[in-house]
């Protein structure tokens, strides 16, 4: 991808459309919440991002995966939806669904309807902590080669290679493909972020009803206290008076 970057024959997925006036946001968010701030972190980035783009005077489209996603952005972004998936990952992701929502990337950039596509999703880093993140799926991101490994020779003197059928010919074959793999990685770190949000939003949750429970069982004993105690002196106080 790096010594074909920036020539004539690149593909498509690779040099992009040469613009950079209309984005396309793959939002991806959970179908159901009790997450904790799973699904209004990514849709607070999003808000965010497209404010952003908008003032730079670029054209943004949205792509919401997720039934929370697009709950909340339709309210004030509904008009910039281009389609609404949910569903997806409902009994565990599966490549197919990736590559389903990669197809349909792939359709909207033939047709011509955005220029740079990026996918906006939660990273998993750990039960307590997601990293919301921001990854660029079109044009396809080429990392910077180091001096001297253009053109096929290695950084380190190395071997020449050639490429049956020609560099082109592969990338036009691996690209989709490695599109629908990083749709399905980000939709895996999704997934793992909502199950290890969801559990500690309800451990947080168990643990805040016990010390509230904790807290009602002793107001419950001490007004019944109280009122066993106020009892006793009217029996004491009649008794006297008798």
Do not use: W
């Not at 919401?64 to 309210?75: A, L």
């Not at 071997?159 to 592969?170: L, N, R, V």
């Not at 980000?186 to 949000?197: K, N, P, T």
Request: net charge negative.
């Amino acid at each position: 991808a790096g010594a074909v970057a920036g020539q004539a024959g690149a593909p498509p997925l690779l040099a992009g459309t040469g613009k950079d006036e209309v984005h396309l946001v793959v939002v991806v968010t959970a179908d159901r919440g009790l997450c904790g701030g799973f699904n209004s972190n990514i849709v607070r980035a999003a808000r965010l991002r497209v404010n952003e783009l908008q003032r730079a005077g670029k054209t943004v489209k949205l792509l919401m995966v997720g039934r929370k996603g697009r709950d909340v952005m339709k309210r004030e972004h509904g008009h910039l939806f281009v389609e609404a998936l949910e569903g997806i990952g409902r009994r565990g992701v599966a490549f197919g669904e990736a590559d389903q929502v990669a197809r349909k990337v792939t359709a909207l950039f033939e047709a011509g309807e955005f220029d740079v596509c990026t996918i906006l999703y939660n990273r998993f880093k750990s039960a307590i902590s997601q990293v919301v993140t921001f990854q660029q799926l079109i044009p396809f991101p080429v990392p910077e080669a180091e001096e001297g490994a253009a053109g096929g020779v290695a950084a380190d003197g190395g071997a020449i290679y050639e490429y049956e059928p020609s560099e082109e010919d592969i990338l036009t074959e691996l690209l989709p493909r490695n599109l629908a793999v990083q749709v399905y990685r980000a939709l895996l770190e999704s997934a793992a972020s909502e199950q290890g949000a969801r559990m500690t939003a309800m451990d947080n949750a168990t643990r805040n009803a016990g010390d509230m429970l904790d807290g009602l069982t002793l107001r419950y004993n001490r007004t019944r206290q109280a009122m066993i105690t106020k009892e006793l002196i009217e029996i004491i106080s009649g008794a006297e008076a008798l």
